[in-house]
């Protein structure tokens, strides 16, 4: 993740936390506003770590609260957290198993019997990667034939398709 992008999304979160009621305001929702704020996708890894480290380093620096009152806390706000990621994840209608791949990348589509789009973790980037695939001795395994896309040109990527998709459509008419 860029500098740029890092500075944003701390400007605000910073924003958020300072105007809400850390009583009930849990990470989750945090994360999930400044989500909709930036247009950004927070969900993804290093994001949000990004996001738990901004948000830890406020609740550290916040002197209105006793130290220890901010730990009994913590348990709770996680477990809350976790729940509501979970309802989160049905109402997006996930419904179907993640599949993993042998090297442990989550497949997120398969656009043919040979190639797929996979969500994978290599040398601490997240990348989407799309990729041919062949088989060996019972085993997928990837071809050079793809890209790999760090987050942020995936969605400079994804913030292109509109007008890709209207290009396509005037070529075919």
């Given at each position: 993740m860029d500098a740029e992008t890092q500075r944003r999304i701390e400007e605000v979160v910073l924003e958020i936390l300072e105007s809400s009621d850390m009583t009930t305001m849990t990470e989750y929702q945090v994360r999930r506003?400044?989500?909709?704020?930036?247009?950004?996708?927070?969900?993804?890894?290093?994001?949000?770590?990004?996001?738990?480290?901004v948000v830890e380093s406020f609740?550290?620096?916040?002197?209105?609260?006793?130290?220890?009152?901010?730990?009994?806390?913590?348990?709770?706000?996680?477990?809350?957290?976790?729940?509501?990621?979970?309802?989160?994840?049905?109402?997006?209608?996930?419904?179907?198993?993640?599949?993993?791949?042998d090297e442990g990348d989550l497949i997120l589509c398969r656009l043919s019997n040979k190639r797929r789009v996979t969500l994978q973790e290599f040398r601490g980037k997240t990348l989407v990667s799309i990729r041919e695939y062949?088989?060996?001795?019972?085993?997928?395994?990837?071809?050079?034939k793809g890209i790999s896309l760090t987050v942020?040109?995936?969605?400079?990527?994804?913030?292109?398709?509109?007008a890709i998709e209207e290009a396509i459509e005037k070529m075919h008419e």
């Open positions: 506003t400044a989500a909709e704020r930036l247009g950004l996708d927070l969900s993804i890894p290093d994001r949000k770590r990004f996001v738990r480290s609740l550290l620096s916040n002197k209105d609260e006793p130290p220890q009152q901010q730990q009994e806390q913590e348990p709770q706000e996680e477990e809350e957290e976790e729940q509501e990621e979970e309802e989160e994840e049905a109402k997006k209608g996930s419904r179907r198993e993640k599949e993993y791949d062949y088989q060996k001795d019972g085993k997928e395994l990837p071809t050079a942020d040109q995936w969605e400079a990527f994804r913030k292109a398709v509109p």
